[in-house]
């Protein structure tokens, strides 16, 4: 099983795995990616979308992610 303590569970293993094979293990990661990157990935759908721009938001302490 494919597991990233920096990536929320709540996304699922089809998209923590479309992460790491683009080389994305990490929140920082993820913030850097576009709009349009992140659901681009197969494996990433929109509940995953969703899970990782809240844990980005919780993180940055509500704001803007």
Known sequence: MTT????????????????????VTTLDQVARLGDAELPALHGVGPKAVRVLREALRARSGGQNA
């Open 4 to 23: 990233n303590p920096d990536l929320p569970a709540g996304i699922g293993r089809p998209a923590t795995r479309a992460l790491a094979a683009t080389g």
